[in-house]
């Protein structure tokens, strides 16, 4: 089953397996971009550092020949699963800025051998005027916001399961 967000289509039903459609877009993105790559959208003929359509097309493949899904939905489940690489692709390389530049560490290349080729590149990008500027403008965004939510993988769909077991519960201790 598929939902329809703002008219945007994403998976649901089977729950297992809308779980494990997102946990692939993300490995997916961790395996296959490189963090050399500054943006997702943008038109790679004007810059290096955004990631070719043709590196989104074969990301979207490879997802197609793990999940069945009826072709009338296609695109638009293309459009949610791109959409959603890209959250996951910015998270990943937060991630890293958090772990190992902001700590002032340099990762194990022995262990991650993919950064070795492209460590130098995501740091003077982190480093540099325009970097540092986008970071800040990111913190004065986030600083305006007024509710802070972590749902995790299950979105507010699982989360709201969760509440309505908590709220039948305390019912169920404080009017029995």
Request: overall charge positive.
């Amino acid at each position: 089953m598929l939902s329809k967000q703002s008219q945007t289509i994403q998976p649901l039903t089977p729950e297992l397996s809308a779980t494990k459609f997102v946990n692939y877009c993300g490995l997916l993105v961790r395996n296959n971009v490189s963090i050399s790559f500054q943006r997702w959208k943008g038109d790679y003929s004007n810059n290096q550092y955004v990631v070719p359509q043709a590196q989104k097309n074969m990301l979207w493949e490879s997802l197609k020949s793990k999940f069945n899904f009826t072709s009338e939905h296609e695109a638009k489940l293309k459009d949610w699963a791109l959409s959603r690489m890209a959250l996951l692709f910015q998270s990943y390389k937060k991630k890293l800025y958090a772990a190992y530049i902001k700590e002032g560490k340099v990762p194990d290349f022995n262990k991650f051998p993919k950064y070795r080729g492209h460590w130098k590149t995501f740091l003077s990008y982190k480093q540099s005027a325009e970097g540092m500027s986008l970071a800040e403008k990111n913190r004065h965004n986030a600083s305006k916001k007024e509710y802070h939510h972590n749902l995790g993988p299950g979105g507010y769909k699982k989360a709201q399961e969760k509440w309505d077991q908590m709220e039948a519960e305390f019912e169920r201790r404080h009017y029995a």
